[in-house]
């Protein structure tokens, strides 16, 4: 019966025939929304780095930038993910292990059927994080690390970005085209003959 229905009107009648527990999952997801909005307030108001919540863009670092990131996530994840995690979790089990073989059956072999579809995620890859961390490195080199962004101009930071990218080509770069010119050379050049 699942195989004949499209996604939309499936998952319709799944919240239908679980409304409570679609509106639990909800409520929850809004708590934990609530909850992460608070932690991250908190953290801003409570945090030495941005001198509680005082310091002016300016007097930021790069070093601040990374511990507050750290930080946040440590926090967020101790505050609210870890209590979100278990409530899904244990509540999803719970919810599974009620469920009768018939609807799990139902359940697994529409995953199965929908598994060959391709997805995309539409993730960046990390590509951003990398440069992020290599202008880390760069500034620290630098002797910048620790300095306040006023304690340049803004051009500075802007050209160390490019210089970055600049290094970061090199580095990857250079041996990436050591490599491909030795594939070409012994096998695509070889299965072109």
């Not at 998952?11 to 527990?21: P, R, V």
Request: aromatic share 20%.
């Amino acid at each position: 019966m699942s195989e004949e229905l499209s996604d939309e009107q499936y998952w319709k009648k799944k919240i239908k025939e679980h409304m409570a527990l679609f509106i639990v999952a909800i409520i929850a997801a809004v708590f934990a929304f609530i909850g992460a909005l608070v932690v991250i307030i908190w953290f801003i108001e409570s945090s030495p780095i941005g001198n509680y919540g005082n310091a002016l863009i300016g007097d930021w670092s790069l070093n601040w930038i990374v511990g507050f990131y750290i930080l946040i996530i440590l926090w967020e994840l101790l505050f609210v993910g870890l209590p979100a995690g278990l409530f899904f979790g244990v509540g999803g089990y719970i919810w599974w292990s009620r469920l009768s073989d018939e609807e799990k059956a139902e359940f697994k072999a529409r995953d199965k059927k929908n598994k060959h579809r391709k997805r995309n995620a539409g993730g960046g890859g990390g590509g951003s994080f990398l440069m992020f961390i290599a202008y880390c490195i760069y500034m620290g080199v630098q002797g910048s690390y620790y300095a306040p962004f006023s304690s340049q101009p803004y051009s500075y930071w802007v050209y160390g970005m490019f210089y970055t990218l600049m290094w970061m080509f090199i580095i990857f770069g250079i041996p990436i085209c050591i490599i491909l010119l030795i594939v070409y050379l012994t096998v695509w050049r070889n299965k072109s003959e």
